[in-house]
């Protein structure tokens, strides 16, 4: 059974935050701390906020298995403070994450290809995302996987980004 993507509502909140803390436990117990830290986002108000916020954007979107639930999050939008501007018109991977359950395998590849076919509809043939830089690279090698390109890296305090784009034409 494959999941169905809609609009995220602030009723999604606890689920996307569910996630979180899947990730964060699981990267805790694979001695990667420096993405998220340890703290359970759910246990955290900034980060509930922050959560809830996104789920209010219209931009927001939520993978939802037939069986596990919400399984995966999307949030489309402008680029955060903290990188450059775009020179043309862009679709930004503000968040995306996935589910470690078994059933959600690829939910994040099927998200991205979602964000393609919302970027094709707003006229836009950029789509850019941040993401983590530290660890061993994965993240960095998972988007770029998806087609992704590596353009620019940055540090917010301590935490090591890297930017990457893909373009919708060639």
């Known amino acids: 059974m494959s999941e ?3 609009h995220a509502s602030p009723a999604d909140a606890n689920a996307i935050l569910r996630l979180f803390d899947e990730a964060i436990a699981w990267f805790a117990s694979i001695g990667n701390e420096g993405q998220w830290g340890v703290e359970p986002f759910s246990t955290q108000q900034k980060q509930v906020d922050r959560v809830t916020g996104w789920c209010s954007e219209p931009g927001a979107f939520v993978a939802v ?6 399984c995966g999050a999307l ?4 680029a955060n403070d903290y990188v450059p501007a775009a020179t043309e018109p862009e679709v930004y991977v503000r ?3 996935g589910s470690r359950d078994a059933r959600a395998k690829g939910v994040g590849r099927r998200l991205l290809a979602f964000a393609d076919g919302e970027a094709a509809a707003a006229g836009a043939d950029l789509l850019r995302v941040d993401c983590y830089a530290g660890g061993t690279g994965d993240l960095v090698r998972f988007y770029e996987s998806c087609g992704y390109a590596p353009t620019e ?4 305090g301590t935490w090591p980004g890297q930017i990457l784009e893909r373009r919708l034409t060639a």
């Open 153 to 156: 890296t940055f540090v917010v």
């Open 95 to 97: 968040l995306l994450i």
């Open 4 to 6: 169905t993507i809609r």
């Open 75 to 78: 949030v489309l939008g402008e």
């Open 65 to 70: 298995h037939p069986e596990a639930g919400v």
